[in-house]
C-alpha cells in the first residue's frame, strides 16, 4: 500500500518517517540502490501488532512486553522534495496513492499556507483515508498542544479530513508513533487490488545496477521501479515500454523485454501486485536504463498499454494559490506537464472555459481519466496553476 506524507516542509516529515521506517528519505543514494522515484522518495515500513498489550507498533519488538509483534501490513511512504514538486508529485501520482499522512507542526500557526494548499490537493483527489500527525509536541505546553489540536479540527471542518484522526507525536523520541500505526491500520484500508488487469506499471526511476569495472559476464540487466496500477507482473513476463526511448527528431522507439527479476525493500519476489513500490529486472542493456532515462514510461504486456499521444485534451480546473496571481493558460504559454510518472514541457494549443489542449515536447503514454497536474512559469521557478483529466 502506498501512503502520501504531505504537509509543509518543516513539519516533521523526514523525522516521522525516519520514526516509521528507521531511514531518512532524503538520502538519495540510498534511493539510487532500490529504485524509486527521483520525485517519489519512499521508504517502507511493516505496521506490528501485539495482541498480547494490544499495542500497535513499527519495531520488531514490543515495546511494553518485549515480544515479537506479529505483521499486520507493509506500507511504502511516498515523500517528495519540495513543495511545489510534492504537490504536483501528489496530483500525478495519485492513481498509485491509497491514503495520507497530513503532518501539521504544534509549534506554528495552523494552518499555514503550505498545509492549506495539501488540503486543497486531497480534496480535489477525494483522498479520505487520511490521518492527521501533529507534530512536535514537545516543543510547546500541554495547553498550547490543546489549543493547536482543537485549530487543526477547526482546519479540517468541511473538508476530506473532517473527522480524521489526529495523533500528537514527538517523532524523534517515537513518542506515539505506535498510535500513528494504529491509525494507519484503522483509517487506511488496503483498497481492493484488480489482480486480472493486463498489468499497467509507470516507471518512476530505472537505472544500471552494475558497479564501473564489473565482468561482462555478470553484468545484470536494466531495471526500472515504479508502482503497479493494476495486475500482475511475474518473473519471465514479456513486457512492452512505451513511448521508449527518446530519439533525437525521430520521436521515441518503443521498447520490448523481459522480467527477469522482481524486487521489493523486503527482497525477491515471485509476482508482484499493485500496491507499494517495486524493482523490475530485464534483459535491456543497462546502458539504456540509468540515469532514470526511461522514467517516464508505462510499462505492461505487448498491445495491451494506453495509446501513446503528443498532444493532451485536459478538463481544467485552477488551483487557488496563495502566493501568486492565477489567470486562466493563455494560447502560445509553455506549460509543465505532469502525468504518472511522466513531466514534459508543453505549450498550450488551445483553451476555452473548463478544456485545455498542450502541445508536448515529448510523447506520453496515458488512457482516458489520467490525472494530470500543470505549472505554470512564475517568475523564475514553475509553480502548480491547475489540474485536470485527460480526454
Ligand atoms: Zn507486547
Not at 25 to 31: A, F, L, P, R, Y
Not at 84 to 104: C, P
Not at 201 to 227: A, C, H, M, Q, W
Request: proline share 6%; charged share 25%; hydrophobic share 35%.
Amino acid at each position: 500500500m502506498n501512503i502520501g506524507l504531505l504537509g509543509h516542509v518543516d513539519h516533521g516529515k523526514t523525522s516521522l518517517t525516519r520514526a516509521l521506517t528507521g531511514k531518512w528519505t532524503d538520502t538519495h543514494s540510498e534511493e539510487l540502490k532500490r529504485g524509486i522515484s527521483i520525485r517519489l522518495g519512499y521508504a517502507d515500513a511493516d505496521i506490528r501488532y501485539c495482541p498480547k498489550c494490544k499495542e500497535y507498533t513499527v519495531s520488531e519488538k514490543c515495546e511494553k512486553c518485549g515480544g515479537k509483534p506479529e505483521v499486520k501490513r507493509r506500507v511504502s511512504f511516498l515523500d517528495a522534495p519540495g513543495h511545489e514538486t510534492l504537490m504536483t508529485t501528489v496530483l500525478s501520482a495519485s492513481s498509485i496513492m491509497d491514503g495520507a499522512l497530513l503532518l501539521i507542526s504544534a509549534n506554528e500557526e495552523c494552518p499555514q499556507p503550505q498545509t492549506a494548499e495539501h488540503l486543497t490537493v486531497l480534496n480535489i483527489l477525494g483522498i479520505k483515508n487520511i490521518v492527521v500527525v501533529q507534530t512536535k509536541v514537545d516543543l510547546v505546553s500541554k495547553e498550547q498542544a490543546l489549543e493547536h489540536y482543537n485549530k487543526i479540527k477547526e482546519f479540517l471542518k468541511g473538508s476530506v479530513a473532517e473527522g480524521a484522526p489526529i495523533i500528537p507525536v514527538v517523532a524523534n523520541h517515537g513518542i506515539n508513533v505506535g498510535e500513528v500505526a494504529r491509525a494507519i491500520e484503522e483509517s487506511i484500508p488496503t483498497p481492493k487490488r484488480d489482480k486480472d488487469s493486463p498489468p499497467l506499471l509507470y516507471i518512476s526511476r530505472s537505472f544500471d545496477v552494475n558497479k564501473p569495472g564489473v565482468e561482462v559476464s555478470t553484468i545484470k540487466g536494466g531495471v526500472v521501479g515504479g508502482s503497479l496500477l493494476r495486475g500482475t507482473l511475474k518473473t519471465g513476463d514479456k513486457i512492452e515500454f512505451l513511448p521508449g526511448i527518446e530519439r533525437e527528431g525521430k520521436g521515441p522507439k518503443p521498447i520490448s523485454t523481459e522480467v527477469t527479476s522482481l524486487m521489493c525493500e523486503g527482497g525477491a519476489l515471485k509476482e508482484a501486485h499493485s500496491g507499494g513500490l517495486i524493482a523490475v529486472g530485464t534483459t535491456l542493456d543497462p546502458s539504456l536504463t540509468k540515469g532514470d532515462s526511461l522514467a517516464g514510461c508505462a510499462v505492461g504486456t505487448p498491445g495491451s498499454l494506453p495509446p501513446v499521444l503528443g498532444e493532451l485534451e485536459i478538463s481544467y480546473s485552477p488551483i487557488e494559490r496563495t502566493e501568486f496571481d492565477n489567470p486562466p493558460p493563455k494560447v502560445g504559454e509553455p506549460i509543465v506537464v505532469s502525468v504518472q510518472t511522466s513531466t514534459t514541457v508543453g505549450v498550450v494549443s488551445a483553451y476555452k472555459k473548463g478544456t485545455v489542449r498542450i502541445k508536448l515536447k515529448k510523447q506520453v503514454c496515458v488512457g482516458k481519466d489520467s490525472t494530470v497536474a500543470l505549472s505554470r512559469r512564475v517568475g523564475q521557478r514553475w509553480r502548480l496553476c491547475g489540474w485536470g483529466k485527460t480526454r
